[in-house]
């Protein structure tokens, strides 16, 4: 077993998760973060059945996932006319043997924070401290360049370095110097939580709108037992022309209503008040529609990229937090096999890197909600029955080939083999 610890960059979704795999297969690490304090910052994401069937394996459970979201029962496309373009059951009444749930980011990350510190001890996440490079060293191992919160720096030795330090990845910058800047899609998203009475079946993730105007929603908590509230995270979106590009406006800003909600004036219906679920938000927040353009890899030698450090996308197929989860699964799996070792990230690279840059070109021809480009090509966006339009058959074939690429055909994740098998341990060099 190795002596150096993995030094992992970025206490996120994605660093949390990977810490928590490494101590599972017996690997130590430690989590370097910028932030100086453990906040529950964020709206709502989606775990997908394959981020929830790792998590299981984790022994994150149905009852510390009940405390921070709840699993969702079905998706569903509607159109302007408030007819449904499309809807289909989610997790295990969709087949899954693991239910999807959809919960409040934030007290996912306190969550994963929490088992961190029960399980590895609160010193493995060292709190204000920024990666701002990292040196490959002789013995094959590398340092991380750690800049810490009252402007001192350290370097760090350790036997890997995992780049988890999101969308504006510092690791990925210095592995990858020529990337393009932040590719940004021409979309401005509002994002923000509502208390309201949830709809349909209770746990609905409803997309409304057309392919350049539109509202998704879905309920983020149990309901309030007393009132019969949910926290309803909504993501209000529209197309611009804008040639000067999302720059002029920050990454999560906080904004007031005002600024937004007259784009959905008179999106009304008998079954939903759009104006008054944007109305009666607690917050809201601007969030452009940015990604990054795939890079041919994820890793130079002793460093690897996960998580939006590696595949920043848009969050249209609602997998950015999933497949982070996923990366840190299939790099623990690596490991299990290679060792804790550079040929460990080469292998997680060869796994991963070329399909999910795919999943993220995928995701900017607007993943599953390409059915509403489809229905305007075909009828400008006005219809009756939606199947004169698009056949029931050519929807379903649609949804079957996003979730294919997304690693969440039903059979196939069914019958995978757990990513790291109960008891695995990394066995000693
Ligand atoms: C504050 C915040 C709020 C978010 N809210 C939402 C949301 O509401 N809905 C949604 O769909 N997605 C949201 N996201 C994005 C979402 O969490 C990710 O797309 C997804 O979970 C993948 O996780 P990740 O760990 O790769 O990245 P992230 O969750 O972005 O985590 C990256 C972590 O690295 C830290 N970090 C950054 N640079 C450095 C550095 N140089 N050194 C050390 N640490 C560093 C950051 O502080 C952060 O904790 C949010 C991200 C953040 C950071």
């Known amino acids: 077993m190795t002596e150096k610890p993995v030094l992992i960059a970025g206490g996120g979704i994605g660093g949390l998760a990977a810490a928590l795999t490494l101590h599972q297969i017996g690997v130590p690490c430690v989590v370097f ?10 709206v709502g994401v989606n775990l997908q059945p394959n ?5 299981t394996d984790l022994g ?6 009940d405390r921070v979201g709840l699993p969702a029962r079905e998706w569903a496309l509607v159109g302007l006319n408030g007819n449904d373009v499309y809807a289909e059951p989610r997790g295990q009444l969709a087949g899954y043997e693991w239910p999807q749930y959809a919960v409040h980011r934030g007290e996912l990350h306190m969550l994963l924070y929490e088992k961190v510190v029960e399980r590895i001890g609160a010193d493995a996440v060292k709190l204000g401290s920024r990666v701002t490079g990292y040196r490959k060293t002789t013995d094959g191992g590398v340092s ?8 001192s720096t350290t370097e760090v030795h350790g036997a890997l370095l995992i780049g988890a330090d999101g969308i504006h990845s510092a690791v990925r910058a210095q592995m990858h110097p020529d990337q393009p800047p932040i590719h940004w899609g021409g979309a401005i998203m509002w994002r923000g939580t509502t208390w309201a009475k949830p709809i349909r079946t209770g746990a609905s993730f409803v997309g409304l709108g057309t392919h350049r105007q539109r509202v998704v929603f879905y309920p983020i908590s149990h309901p309030d037992p007393r009132t019969g509230l949910s926290m309803i995270n909504w993501i209000a979106e529209v197309t611009v022309d804008n040639a000067e590009g999302w720059q002029q406006s920050g990454w999560f800003r906080p904004v007031s209503i005002e600024e937004f909600a007259h784009h959905f004036d008179g999106w009304t219906w008998d079954w939903l008040d759009v104006p008054k679920l944007l109305a009666e938000a607690d917050c809201a927040f601007e969030n452009p529609m940015i990604d990054r353009d795939p890079i041919p890899t994820w890793v130079d030698g002793p460093v690897a990229l996960l998580g939006d450090a590696a595949h920043a996308m848009y969050p249209t197929g609602s997998n950015g937090a999933s497949q982070a989860i996923v990366d840190a699964r299939v790099l623990g ?3 299990l096999e290679h060792g804790v070792k550079p040929a ?3 292998a997680y690279d060869a796994r991963l890197c070329g399909p999910i840059s795919q999943l993220v070109l995928r995701n900017r021809g607007a993943g599953p909600f390409g059915l509403l480009n489809l229905v305007d090509e075909r009828c400008g966006g006005t219809f009756d029955n939606i199947d004169d339009i698009i056949p029931p058959r050519e929807r379903a074939a649609f949804m079957a080939g996003y979730k294919a690429a997304a690693g969440l055909a039903i059979e196939a994740l069914n019958k995978a083999p757990p ?3 109960h008891g695995a341990r990394v066995r000693a060099v």
């Open 33 to 42: 973060e910028a932030v100086r304090e453990m906040r529950p910052l964020g």
């Open 51 to 55: 981020a929830v069937r790792e998590f």
């Open 60 to 65: 994150i459970g149905k009852a510390d996932l």
């Open 144 to 151: 991380a360049l750690v800049e810490q919160a009252d402007g």
């Open 333 to 335: 799996a690596a490991m």
């Open 344 to 346: 460990a990230l080469a």
């Open 419 to 421: 990513t790291i098998p």
